[in-house]
């Protein structure tokens, strides 16, 4: 693997809220922003263990969401288009300001479909450096739907398929290229909740080998799956980015969430991922989503996010 970089004190990192919901059939996950932001994680806020963890840290605040003002006609597919296509260019705006300031984003969501801005805006800085990056994507579920495709209509199960090209044109060509993507630079980890037409699109784009399901780390161990994603990753030339998706861990430790399925990762096994992630380096953009405050019990699961982006940046034990 190529990228041994430690966290150390010349380090930057930018936080970013993106307070989008409407992407989700379930309200609240807009609020995970600020839940994140403002929880104290024994006794301190996350801006300030980041700090502790020898980075110089800058909270650049919120991207304006341009939010729907009318309810999703049920023949709407992709819903909130319009909505969607303007808020990515806001997101794209802050996170490209965060990258050419030489900070890394810490990106706080809100619904998956967020990614779709987020990444495409990291892609695109990076294209304009002559280069790639890679995307490691935590999730119970594919987010590999395409209008054709999803049951819903929700974009948050469609960001995956825009990155890689496929699906609404509007969405597919932000930034003005696509795809944002390249498929063997991309590894999925915690998938256990796929929709039919989702699984025929991995097999038939040949990306099986990119998936590490919960049946795979049953199997093989969270260690073993997620060093097999950041060597698929690492092997763009950029670096990877890394988006997580709360609903990859089980119910149990994670009930602040709109999608939840049984059967997921225990608080441990997702820690230790991202534990190794930080401890290989190469880790470009850090992305936390569907926190629902409104779903979550006693606070843990806001609280949980807050901890894991502590470990992604580089947080031990000892």
């Known amino acids: 693997m190529k990228f041994i970089e430690k966290p150390g004190k010349d380090k930057k990192v930018g936080i970013l809220g993106v307070p989008l919901g409407f992407g989700a059939g379930r309200a609240g996950s807009e609020l995970g922003v600020d839940a994140m932001r403002l929880s104290l994680i024994r006794d301190k806020l996350l801006i300030e263990h980041i700090a502790e963890l020898g980075y110089e840290v800058r909270d650049v605040g919120d991207v304006e969401i341009v939010k729907p003002h009318r309810v999703s006609d049920k023949s709407e597919n992709p819903k909130y288009l319009h909505e969607m296509i303007a808020s990515c260019k806001n997101m794209s705006d802050s996170l490209k300001e965060i990258l050419a300031s030489g900070e890394m984003p810490v990106i706080l969501g809100g619904d998956h479909s967020i990614a779709i801005g987020t990444f495409s805006a990291i892609?695109?800085?990076?294209?304009?450096?002559?280069?790639?990056?890679?995307?490691?994507?935590?999730?119970a579920h594919a987010d590999i739907n395409t209008h054709e495709t999803s049951p819903s209509g929700n974009i948050h199960g469609m960001p995956l398929a825009?990155?890689?090209g496929l699906g609404n044109e509007k969405l597919v060509n932000l930034e003005g290229f696509s795809p944002k993507l390249k498929p063997e630079y991309f590894a999925h980890v915690g998938a256990r909740d796929l929709d039919e037409g989702e699984k025929r699109r991995i097999h038939e784009l040949g990306m099986r080998d990119n998936f590490f399901t919960?049946?795979?780390?049953?199997?093989?161990?969270?260690?073993?799956?997620?060093k097999d994603a950041i060597m698929i990753a690492s092997r763009a030339p950029g670096g990877f980015a890394v988006t997580f998706d709360v609903d990859m861990i089980d119910p149990r430790f994670a009930p602040g969430s709109g999608t939840l399925v049984r059967g997921g990762t225990t608080y441990r096994e997702a820690h230790l991922a991202l534990e190794v992630i930080a401890e290989q380096g190469g880790m470009r953009s850090f992305e936390i989503v569907e926190v629902n405050p409104m779903l979550d019990q006693s606070n843990i699961t806001v609280e949980l996010a807050g901890e894991l982006i502590l470990s992604a940046l580089g947080k031990t034990i000892l």
Do not use: T
């Not at 695109?124 to 490691?136: H, P």
């Not at 780390?217 to 073993?224: E, Q, S």
């Open 123 to 139: 892609s695109s800085f990076y294209k304009e450096q002559n280069n790639e990056i890679g995307l490691i994507w935590f999730d």
């Open 162 to 164: 825009v990155l890689l």
């Open 214 to 226: 919960m049946s795979d780390i049953d199997k093989r161990g969270m260690l073993a799956c997620v």
